[in-house]
């Protein structure tokens, strides 16, 4: 596999890029995609990159149907030398294969996805936004595409990588939000698929994100799907809180998505000797520890947002104010930490950062 | 809406129809198809009926990466006295209206989508099928189509019906199926979307069913995610069992999806006075029934095999064989009553019926 070219045919027009302080996030994408093709008898095969268009799809294909299909997200940053980084693609390509054996689809090679991922954002190397905070959005996905409406893993595939220019997270500075914590819907449970990056989580969440967003909360705070007492994740972030001098994070039980920006999170505290600990955490605890005054931190860790400080938590309609509503310590140390490794401000002692190098413009 | 009218745009070719002998399941499709677009400006518009043809969608379309999508199944039969049958389509488009709710997708109507259901099989009515046993499936389903990587409802979809003629689904009479009892993986959970008839539900239950069928099981019996005590499901079927003359499907408890057939079994029952309750049923009491020799019949229900007997369930490697492995009684009885009412050779004494005019050949 590692031995197979990826063809390049070029697009004929480049599109018009936006500019820097203008990026939304996940609208635009740039002028080439990156395909791959499954069948059982072929395997992954005929790898190329293509201009960014749309798919010709039958639609009888299982992905509309049955939701055989998984992604990843992760990001290309620039520095201030003007080099292109990537965060720990590995980890992206390993938790790509995990969530393919959930879902029933055959595993792909991940150091061959890397290089194609790193072929294509050097191809639109010159989508990579420059302003502070901006990056270039990865979104490797796998759908099943054979034309057959019966319930069984799908025998046809695509492995397709788009890439979109996006805006900094936090416009004014890293921004507290408010969460809600849901009692009724849950995003998955033990047994079901939330350890795997696929769709049917995401849609299963998008009812609970809209109720407790006409309330004015930004994310919700997801409960265990089979007692609703322990905390699990918010929104598509993995959580933290700091009580009585410790980091806690809800441990990894089968219904958590393990995040890249967690495990790096709980790898820098530990580098700089902070207490950090997985374990189940209830919310009963939790409200315990507010109450108490115990707890002095909370915020989300993801790709989008990198470290999402919370600045309150409803449950059963109490209102839970975290300190003050500001950021803690903690949470801008990671933040300012983990952005700077990405742009290249700071050493990178883990070895996180996977460089690609620029295409040339005289190519295109 | 319901006065909007359907352009139809015939097929210059019809393609070679597949004998009624030589019918699976799933793979064919017939010359034309359905579609009408949702923005969220125009709602849904445009209805139309066009040749069957691949889709063109965006790489970045929300169904490809979050799973919005929903979908029914149901069939049209033809009649000895050559007239198109269809069995309760506004139960299967109130679900799909329910299952629009769960995942954020805007309501269709749904008379008028039994007025297009209805047209499309008129215009492809030479593809139903006329073999014993044998109908033209009826796939209706919706999709996100909004070219956008945020978590989020999309604001575009496309409401999609396609046909497929298929088989019988026994060959040589009614034919009971070994279930293995699924203690690790669950399909769905209270809270999550299992009421719903969404792809991500279909996608969760292909490991267990993977694994099942390598043990040369037919389909896996669903117990529910918080406590794996009680029974939900079979496979893409409800379950009934008939105990000591009674007979016992799971009640509908948020995550067990509501069929059309069981709720058509339930009505038949209580019309024949057998007695049926919808109650919860653990495996420790089905598993005492059988010691006890009480366990009469099990079988599932589900418009692809109307009734499936259930001739044998493993439980922690305990196989327990029900009865003498043969089809029971009240499994016969419904299986021959509900397909004698669909294929028109019993009377129909709830007016579940809804007849469809053949569409005038010389028209194509
Ligand atoms: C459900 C969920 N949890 C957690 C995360 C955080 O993972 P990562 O840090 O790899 O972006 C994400 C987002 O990717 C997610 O979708
Ligand atoms: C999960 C599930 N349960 C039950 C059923 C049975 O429903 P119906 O009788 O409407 O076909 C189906 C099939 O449609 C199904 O997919």
Redesign the interface.
């Known amino acids: 596999m590692e031995s197979q070219t990826i063809q390049v045919d070029h697009c004929a027009v480049r599109k018009e890029k936006p500019k820097s302080d203008q990026l939304d ?3 635009i ?1 740039t002028d080439h ?1 990156f395909i791959m093709d499954y069948s059982d008898d072929l395997g992954w095969h005929d790898p190329r990159i293509e201009p ?9 294909a299982m ?7 998984v ?1 990843e997200g992760m990001k290309a940053y620039l520095t201030a030398e003007d080099e292109i980084q990537l965060f720990r693609p590995e980890k992206n390509m390993q938790r790509l294969n995990n969530s393919n054996d ?3 689809i055959p595993p792909i090679d991940e150091k061959f996805a890397i290089q194609a991922i790193k072929k294509l954002v050097s191809v639109d190397s010159d989508w990579i936004p420059e302003a502070e905070g901006t990056s270039l ?1 990865i ?1 490797p ?1 796998i ?1 099943s595409t054979e ?7 799908s025998l046809h595939y695509k492995f ?1 990588v ?1 890439l ?1 220019p996006v805006g900094a997270y936090y416009k004014e500075g890293i921004n507290p939000i408010k969460i809600a914590v849901e009692n ?10 939330g350890e795997a990056k ?10 609970a ?2 109720i407790a967003g006409k309330k004015g909360f930004a994310q919700v705070l997801w409960l265990d ?2 007692e ?1 007492k322990y905390i699990e994740e918010v ?2 972030m993995n959580i933290f809180f700091k009580i009585n001098g410790e980091v806690i994070t809800p441990e990894l039980n089968g219904s958590i998505l393990e995040g890249v920006t967690r495990n790096s999170v709980i790898q820098l505290l530990k580098y700089w000797d902070v207490p950090v600990v997985e374990r189940k955490i209830g919310m009963e605890e939790l409200q315990q520890a507010h109450h108490d005054g115990l707890l002095e931190e909370a915020f989300g860790a993801g790709t989008a947002a990198v470290i999402s400080p919370i600045s309150q938590f409803t449950w059963n309609n109490n209102d839970s104010l975290i300190k003050d509503g500001k950021t803690g310590a903690i949470a801008k140390r990671l933040y300012d930490t983990l952005t700077g490794i990405q742009y290249g401000r700071e050493k990178d002692p883990f070895d996180w950062i996977v460089k690609v190098e620029k295409g040339s413009k005289i190519a295109h």
Do not use: W
Request: glycine share 14%.
């Open positions: 996030f996940g609208r994408f995609m960014y268009q749309q798919l010709s799809i039958d639609p009888s992905v509309f149907h049955y939701g055989q299909s992604f959930r879902l029933c959005y979104r996905f759908i034309p057959y409406i019966g319930v069984a893993p397709i788009i979109s009724e819907f849950v995003r998955t449970v033990k047994g079901g698929t696929t769709g049917g989580n995401y849609a299963a969440s998008l009812k994100q809209e799907g089979v609703k929104g598509s």
